[in-house]
């Protein structure tokens, strides 16, 4: 049995002995490391296996990190088997013998001023879940499910770890896997949580995902078993040295969802900074700008650090990205604001590969000549909303098909060069929503009454909405109804859905078009670039609507079905011809001051989709200009540059950054075909960019040299020959 200790004697000689607090080491930084050992990450390895750590020597990991001109370091200290540090309290790993590697890092760090914080995993299986099954979750039948339990003695256990970390004198804490699971079952049914579930909402646990009333309680239940387990560890962290940093690696982002026991809001905070993580493996490459964007979101009072990879496929694979791909990545995380993490994982025996450290050196150093052009305020032109009600109880098992309304949105106005933020429905304030001159409901079908009552003043004072899909159509626990919560800001019955997917739009001939003057002239507007007269496909949810106040555009169409089909005996997977006109596939609605446009369709969903077109996309570039002709910026540049637009009223400047990504094309997988992973950006690119500022600019530069910009007016050219490069605008 592993002994409780709550704070040892040391640690209590070394909280009477804190100095003054000082300014916290993570305010100005913008690049660091993350190293720890690879070989024992999955758990249960062999602890008498001598090679494993044998060369995880501390110092040579902060020589090499300075070399990077990393400015700070993460060092692995515990996971789920051994502890990389002289501990009372957990089995070190197998080749350390005598050696101390914290002890070692921190001495040598001291000689560089360079922060140490340490790696301390929570919930990892491994030995130590294996010698404690008190602490374990269980199943609704009582069985072990190879995860710490919140509610239990794990806790404690977790103090008294943190309690002997600190006696090192650290910095601080990166806390990792606050998870409850990435999958089924989800939850844990121990005697502990059915107790305090009961004395908390005074029933019995439910035995499952019921998805009712009941449910609803067992999620609510998770979700403060985590915020409990995370204060009360960050409380007690504090309570030994106030000075010391904490932050958990956060799971509140798609594609995570309410199986991690995280909502985005609730557990974003309960740390010093947020920390998130991204990787084109496992976000896409789209979303690494989306999740610092989103990390912000969640805690907007708070910096942000992403932690990113060396290697290509995730962590501990032992390869090493090219130079460019992880330029690309870092300036494209710096770019939204964060500051960035690289985590290298050592060989088994613990050694350092050379060529990483070179690579990172000249990212790091590249970012820091640069650093002066990265946090100011961003420029953003469209809110995207995210309703964590709609990802639990409308996503349910399955949230990417929530999800991938999300991130259609994300992806289309990122092609289309338009600024985007994030909005959260746990923490949308009026101001928030007044801060975008268009907020965007990309298919979010739970709304409460408080929300639509904000989106009714928001839009009744002068904002404008973009509404898609299904959005308003559910209600809390995720059934749909029959009247969409939105249909005063619509202008529109609900006449019913399409049971499809593969929906069909098509725009009418200008000799068509609604005849009152200004219906005329938006209905141009949203249709500008469409051939008339021709269906195209936007796959994804579709409502039919009988206008009430709003003007209609364009046609909607269900989808053919076969014999078969109608049987069911055939799928729909694969997209159908149009058949017959429904209803109306756009709507606009003037509500006091400002204008609601709706999608009966979803162009957002299509645009994440498998069968996404570019006239999908292309139909929400047209809503945003005719809700918001005149942006402080508008860019046209390819669709494979994106564009981050921040501004500093203080000196006057509007910075462009342009980040572009540039990958060949790939062949098919050898296995879970259409899965393709991006291939890895080798040569600097060179493409073409244009700058309209609606404000006047009186000098325009471009920071590389290589790059070449000239200005007429308000609008700047430039052609660029790199991943990046920031635009400066003097006005």
């Known amino acids: 049995m592993v002994p409780l200790l709550l704070v ?57 990190a300075v070399e990077a001109d990393a400015q700070y370091l993460v060092i692995w200290a515990r996971d789920g088997d051994y502890a990389y540090y002289n501990s009372k309290l957990l089995p070190k790993a197998p080749g350390l013998g005598a050696r101390d590697p914290l002890r070692e890092t921190l001495d040598e760090a001291r000689k560089h001023n360079l922060p140490v914080v340490a790696y301390c995993v929570v919930q990892q299986g491994g030995h130590f879940l294996s010698k404690h099954p008190e602490w374990e979750m269980r199943d609704p039948s009582g069985n072990r499910i190879g995860r710490f339990c919140f509610n239990s003695g794990y806790l404690e256990a977790m103090k008294a770890i943190v309690a002997e970390l ?36 005074g029933h019995a646990m439910p035995g499952g995902p019921t998805w009712d009333v009941a449910w609803d309680d067992m999620l609510e239940f998770r979700y403060r078993s985590s ?67 989103f990390y ?49 994982k050592t060989g088994f025996d613990g050694r350092l590969d050379p060529v990483a450290y070179e690579r990172v050196g000249t990212a790091f150093r590249e970012a820091q000549a640069k650093g002066r052009h990265f ?30 309304s999300f991130q259609g949105a994300h992806k289309a106005l990122v092609y289309e060069h338009i600024q985007y933020g994030v909005l959260l429905d746990e923490n949308v304030t009026p101001e928030k929503l007044e801060q975008f001159p268009i907020v965007m409901l990309p298919n979010a079908g739970v709304l409460s009454h408080r929300e639509i009552r904000m989106l009714q003043s928001y839009v009744e004072k002068g904002g404008k909405l973009l509404v898609t899909g299904r959005s308003g159509l559910f209600d809390k626990m995720g059934a749909q109804v029959n009247e969409s919560m939105l249909s005063e800001l619509i ?48 796959k994804g949810p579709a409502v039919v609507y009988a206008p ?68 999908a996309r292309r139909l929400i570039r047209n809503a945003v200009r005719h809700l918001n002709p005149e942006p402080i910026v508008q860019i046209s540049a390819p669709a494979n540059v994106e564009a981050v637009v921040t501004d500093d009223p203080s000196s006057r400047t509007l910075r ?35 700058i309209r500022a609606s404000r006047p600019i009186k000098h325009a530069s471009a920071l590389n040299r290589s790059s070449r910009s000239t200005r007429s007016g308000n609008t700047v050219q430039v052609i660029v020959e790199d991943i990046h490069d920031v635009v400066l605008l003097r006005y």
Not at 382 to 400: E, L, N
Not at 668 to 676: D, L
């Open 8 to 64: 040892s004697a040391q640690a209590r000689i070394l909280s009477q002995a804190i100095p003054a607090k000082t300014e916290p080491w993570f305010d100005h930084v913008v690049v660091g490391m993350e190293v720890g050992p690879t070989g024992a990450q999955f758990g249960y390895s062999d602890p008498n296996d001598s090679r494993y750590c044998s060369r995880f020597d501390g110092r040579e990991i902060v020589r090499r």
């Open 166 to 201: 600190l006696e090192y004198g650290i910095a601080g804490f990166h806390i990792d896997m606050l998870d409850q699971g990435f999958g089924p079952p989800y939850g844990c049914w121990c005697d502990a949580c059915r107790a305090r579930f009961e004395q908390e909402f």
């Open 227 to 293: 915020e409990r387990f995370e204060k009360a560890l960050a409380a007690h962290i504090k309570s030994i040295n106030p000075n010391a940093s904490v932050d958990f690696n956060y799971h509140g982002n798609p594609p995570f969802s309410f199986e991690v026991g995280q909502r985005p809001v609730q557990h974003a905070g309960n740390g010093d900074f947020i920390t998130g993580e991204t990787g084109v493996w496992g976000f896409s490459a789209l979303t690494v700008g989306l999740n610092a964007e």
């Open 296 to 344: 912000r979101a969640a805690a907007p009072h708070q910096r942000v650090q992403v932690a990113m990879q060396r290697g290509v496929r995730m962590y501990h694979d032992q390869t090493t990205r090219p130079l460019n791909d992880i330029r690309w990545e870092l300036l494209t995380l710096l770019a939204h604001g964060a500051f960035v993490t690289m985590v290298d």
């Open 375 to 404: 946090g100011q305020k961003s420029v953003a032109e469209v809110g995207i909303y995210f309703s964590s009600r709609t990802r639990d109880w409308v996503g349910k098992d399955k949230p990417a098909d929530y999800f991938q």
């Open 491 to 538: 202008g529109a019955r609900t006449i019913g859905k399409l049971d499809s997917l593969d929906n069909w739009v098509q725009f009418d001939s200008e000799d068509r078009l609604p005849g009152e003057k200004n219906a005329k002239a938006a209905a141009k507007a949203l249709s500008a670039d469409f051939q008339s007269d021709w269906p195209f496909l936007v």
């Open 548 to 615: 009430t106040s709003a003007v209609a555009v364009g046609e909607l169409f269900k989808p053919h079905r076969t014999t078969r089909q109608l049987a069911g005996k055939e799928g729909t997977d694969w997209p159908m011809s149009p058949d017959a006109k429904v209803g109306p596939a756009i709507l606009i609605n003037r509500v006091g001051h400002g204008e609601v446009i709706t999608f009966a369709c979803s162009p957002d969903y299509a645009t994440a989709s498998e069968h996404h077109i570019v006239e």
């Open 656 to 690: 462009v950054h342009f980040l572009c990504y540039n990958a060949p094309p790939q062949t098919t997988p050898a296995r879970e075909r259409p899965y393709v992973l991006p291939a890895l950006i080798e040569d600097r690119p060179m493409f073409k960019a244009a």
